[in-house]
């Protein structure tokens, strides 16, 4: 039996079914993450494409996960009114992990369900007739999810910079391909290039999610501030919507008349072409550092830190390799004769313990077990990025933060357009 809780928001109502196995989950426990999320994308949509809608869970116990099994955990299928998601068992009674997800299916009310071409407004079953537009109904859905996110802060484990920086990691691997010739493609074949397609399916999520970003900002930055990827899909809902599909072979076309002419060209190279979009360019506008997995950095060890909650003191939880001779639980006391807790924000401790520049020195002050030690040492180790990573710049200029601050700031839905005054940009 579904156990089931509901909520909702101004104007829309919204369930939650679920089903686990091993009976502990329980409905109401999704409200917290679900409410804000449903919330905050009102207001980025602007008008929610659905306003009576269905989460439906399913939580496989943990001794029905099979090999086979394993597959499937974690995915989820959209409906227009529902969506439905397939887990194992939750990770915790937060289940910020279903944020993600979750605003990436409801997102789908937007596109495909509602904003799609006529090859699916009168899909084909027996002979398929594919859209282009692939990069859109998932790559420009999952980016939705992870802005949203990042904009109105929501307690997800993935925000916008994590999940660009693994789609960096994992488009930059893929064979280069029209991504609208793919995209027509992918169910035409034999049985062996099927198989091969469905490794590459990704990628519509991957690379279409970093050329959402990379349109995102351009948009942002060629209008000054007035025209986001928000305004044109909350155009796009509005001119095509339910039974009026726009057309697949003329819509790049549309989209950059509702937009800029230079547009054309951007779609042609990263869409229609082989290209990913050059989006270290705007991570650097961000103020965002941009380090692939493999390369190195400077650092005093390959140190860990948590937190100690009753002193509120940065504890020592993993020293590897390090030249200062830090040890597991140690407390950090002082940094360079500075008193140092949690409260004087975690980016300090980043920019000096774990991302100095080469050769830096730093004096320590711990507590170890009751007695204070001084420990010095210079930044000579070299580690390697395990992943690729996206970090908030140490020392950011005055145009990286506004620019930051301003793409990473809601302007609520109903399509109006954000306040230019102090947008960043270039000059016309
Ligand atoms: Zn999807």
Known sequence: QADTASFTVPGARFHIGIHDESGTAKAHQLVPAL?????????????????????????????????????????ALEHNHSSLYFFGQPYDTTFRNVIYIGAHEYYHTWTPLSIHSEHIDDFNFDVPNMSQHLWLYEGVTDYLAGLTISQYDLNSYTSLDIALAAAMETAKKRRPVSFTES?????????????????????????????????????????????????????????????????????????????????????????EGEELPPCEEYFEKMGWDYTPKGSRYPAYGDILFTVDRETDKFLVYRAKKDVLGLKKGDTILRVNGEPFVRGDDYSRLFRTVLRPEANAEITLE????????????????????????????ANPTEEQLAFRKYFLTPSSGGGAAPDVRDSPGQQE
Do not use: C
């Open 183 to 271: 995209s027509v493609d992918i169910v035409k074949a034999n049985n062996l290039e099927w198989l091969d397609k469905i490794l590459q399916l990704t990628n519509y999520y991957e690379r279409g999610e970093l050329i959402a970003f990379y349109l995102d900002a351009y948009l942002m930055e060629r209008s000054q501030g007035r025209m986001r990827l928000q305004q044109v899909m909350q155009q796009l809902a509005q001119q095509y919507g339910h039974g009026r599909p726009f057309s697949d072979a003329t819509f790049l076309d549309d989209l950059t008349a509702m937009t800029y002419p230079e547009v054309r060209e951007l779609l042609a190279r990263y869409v």
């Open 366 to 393: 711990v507590n170890r077990g009751g007695e204070t030690l001084t420990l010095t040492g210079r930044a000579t180790r070299k580690l390697k990025v395990e992943y690729d990573r996206i970090e908030n710049t």
């Open 35 to 75: 409410r804000p999320m449903m919330e905050a994308i009102q207001d980025f949509t602007g008008d929610l494409p659905s306003k009576d809608y269905h989460f439906l869970f399913y939580f496989v116990a943990n001794e029905h996960v099979n090999l086979f099994g394993q597959i499937g955990l974690g995915s």
